[in-house]
């Protein structure tokens, strides 16, 4: 009977569902955090009698056919990239992108990862940093005796010297887009990898034509919606309760047939 299987593979696909839903609520306050959907897609059918076949028996065509599923499959868990609500922190080191672009950070094995959380700080020699220590792109260096920092919303970084009262540039902020930023690798603690899928990188200064702007002293939020995930949530709970359902009906009826004298 082909309602146990089809309806196993409805059961696999909400529990997917389910996970994906559950990441998103476990983020809810994770800095610049994007929502994932899970997407699915009917699998293969069964031609029973073919759409547009010839009908032996009087030379017609047909107009419908007999087409059996199988089910469903993931067919991809994508991420919705739209921009988070904007947090003021008062945190001269925190950085939030308003508008397109990821800031870019060098991984201890050297390759380039990309982020939106902009919760940074500065390590033992003066460097800026991520809250896991590695290095914004392009490097930046706070002096030690610098008594003020201030980042514009184009990138410009400079910095207050003791003694001083004019501000003094010493260093530039680069941000980096891609042409689908979805495609992007998440490999945690708030990064992303290049892949085929994103393409390259296009980097440029932030307020740049296509580029979005930086707000020093804010942090972007994650774009969860609470309402919205768990009214997903049921409907994914209420479709597995279904297609369980599904599986008992077809049980029962197997039961009935093997009852048969």
Known sequence: ????????????????????????????????YKRQRAEFQDMLYQNMERPGATSSASGAILPLGIQIGVGVRTDAVG?????????????????????????????????????????????????LVTSDGYAVEPSITIPQDATALQITRDGIVEVTMSGQTDPQQIGQMEIATFINPAGLEAIGDNLFLETPASGAPNTA?????????????????????AVEEISSLIVAQRAYEMNARVITAADEMLQATTQLR
Do not use: C, K, W
């Open 205 to 225: 200064t932030p307020g740049s034509p296509g580029f979005g702007t930086l707000m020093q002293g804010y942090l972007e939020l994650s774009n969860v919606n």
């Open 79 to 127: 991420r919705l990239t739209e921009q988070g609500g904007i947090s003021n922190t008062g945190n001269g080191y925190d950085l939030a992108i308003s508008g397109r672009g990821y800031l870019q950070v060098t991984l201890p094995s050297g390759q380039t990862a990309y982020t939106r959380a902009g919760n940074l700080a500065v390590n033992a020699d003066g460097e």
């Open 1 to 32: 009977m082909r309602a146990l299987s089809i309806a196993a593979t409805g059961m696999q696909a909400q529990q997917t569902n389910v996970d994906v839903i559950s990441h998103n609520i476990a983020n809810m306050n994770t800095t610049g």
